[in-house]
């Protein structure tokens, strides 16, 4: 059993992440991996069983769509496509424009959120929004945990977080009505 969707690399875009790349060069950047990536993947022998799904990077809602414009130059825009830098953001109210705009811009593509956070999932002004999901976040429990203490880290802490988060996943999900998949 194999992977369905591999991910191609990117450079995340969050202005807190240190690097002495620009934001419009990590973007570049990312363009120029997934370029190379669905070139070698394209001009294999292999069969491969899995499907290849170019990130959409960027900060500012325009840089998502200008990352957008040159994976189109480049003939890179995908059935399936992940969307990332948004485990970082806190403002649901961005996340929803970028995905808004870039639902427009590309009606016929599906979206997977890297690092999508429990109130995106709860909000329902992203209900339908977005095909899948993944988070870390279950593992982030500082009133748990205490304040000196900001993951889980013991492999009991890990399962009940984890179990736990689960839970409230599935109950958002069990609200959703457009949402088909989140996971």
């Known amino acids: 059993m194999g992977a369905e969707y591999v991910a191609t690399m990117d450079l995340v ?9 620009s934001s419009t060069e990590r973007i570049e950047q990312t ?9 070698a993947y394209e001009a294999s022998s292999t069969n491969y069983d899995f499907q290849l799904v170019p990130v959409i990077q960027g900060w500012k ?12 130059d480049r003939g890179l825009i995908r059935e399936y496509m992940g969307i990332g830098s948004v485990a970082r953001k806190h403002a649901n109210d961005e996340i929803h ?16 959120l890297f690092g999508a956070k429990l109130s995106i999932v ?7 929004q977005f095909e899948s999901c993944d988070s870390a976040a279950w593992r982030f429990r500082p009133s748990e945990l205490g ?5 889980a880290e013991s492999k009991h802490e890990k ?3 984890f179990y736990t988060y689960k ?5 958002a999900k069990s609200q959703m009505q457009a949402q088909t998949t989140l996971f």
Request: charged share 30%; glycine share 2%; proline share 5%.
């Open 13 to 21: 875009c969050d202005p807190n992440v240190e690097s002495d790349l």
């Open 31 to 39: 363009v120029e991996n997934t370029t190379e990536v669905v070139a």
């Open 61 to 72: 809602p325009r840089e998502y769509l200008e990352c957008v414009d040159a994976f189109r």
């Open 97 to 112: 424009e970028i995905l808004t705009r870039l639902n427009n811009n590309l009606p016929s593509t599906d979206f997977h």
């Open 122 to 128: 709860r909000d329902h002004r992203f209900w339908g």
């Open 147 to 151: 304040r000196d203490k900001m993951y």
């Open 159 to 161: 399962t009940k977080f």
């Open 167 to 171: 839970q409230k996943i599935n109950h």
